[in-house]
Every structure is written in C-alpha cells, then in structure tokens.
C-alpha cells in the first residue's frame, strides 16, 4: 500500500505470481509453497531481532479479499522467542506449522531473539486454493 502511495501504482497481493530466485532455493519450504502452486501471490519471509515487533495493526481493513494469508514460523520462534497476539488475545502457535490467519483483525508481533523467522503467504481466494490451505495445516 505504502509502494503504491509513493509512486502513483496499483499493485495488489494477487498480482506478484513469478517465482523469484530466492522462491527457487527454499527447499526447507517447498513443501509448502509447491502445495499452493499457482495460487501464490505476494509472500515472504520477515527476520526479526530481539525487540523487534508490529505495532497493534489490520491489514488491508476495509478492502476487498482477494487473498488469504498462511503464516509458518521457521526460525528462533519458539514458546519463549516469538509472541503473535490476535485481537489482544495470544496466539498459541507451534514452529513448524502452517497457520490460516486473519490479518484484517487487530494482530501484532513481538521478538524476544535475533534472527527469528516468519513466513506469511498470500495466497489467491478460490475454492481450490482454500481446500489447498485445509490440507496444508496438515504440513510440517
């Protein structure tokens, strides 16, 4: 949102569908993104340091869904290492898991370690891409 502000664009989440090369090297997650295919839109990895957060906020309120969100915490995100809170409420989430998550709801993170690691996938709206997702919370 903030990208296209600033330059006068109108780029949405469902329109960033080339793979990149750094989609070509995660093979610790290709399970993963190869069970979303070409349902993928916008996705990508955020490295925290220790202190590092997101304020209280809703992504995209007020707009149309095009998409859905898949989170995977990948590194240094255990119990004690990463909080995710939902609504106020904290979110009891394990390493390893794809998670289905509602960022248009008050959300906000916070790491208490270097190098902590989330995935978040934005993933295109359609009935088979949301089959797709309840079969993924299957993956480790």
């Known amino acids: 949102m903030e990208y296209n502000r600033l330059n006068g664009t109108r780029y949405d ?11 070509q090297q995660m093979s610790s997650l290709r399970p993963l993104l190869d069970h ?3 349902y993928l839109g916008r996705s990508h990895l955020i490295r925290f340091g220790k202190g590092g957060h997101f304020p209280p906020h809703r992504d995209a309120f007020g707009l149309g869904m095009k998409c859905f969100r898949v989170l995977g915490l990948c590194r240094n995100c255990g119990r004690d290492q990463f909080v995710m809170l939902m609504n106020g409420e904290r979110a009891h989430l394990e390493p390893g898991r794809a998670y289905l998550i509602e960022t248009r709801m008050d959300h906000s993170v916070f790491s208490f ?11 295109i709206l359609s009935d088979a891409s949301f089959r797709a997702a309840m079969n993924a919370v299957k993956i480790r």
């Not at 989440?13 to 989609?23: C, I, M, V």
């Not at 370690?113 to 993933?123: E, F, K, Q």
């Open 113 to 123: 370690t270097d190098d902590c690691t989330i995935l978040v996938l934005n993933v």
């Open 36 to 38: 979303f295919g070409p």
């Open 13 to 23: 989440e469902d329109q960033f569908t080339q793979p990149t090369p750094a989609f």
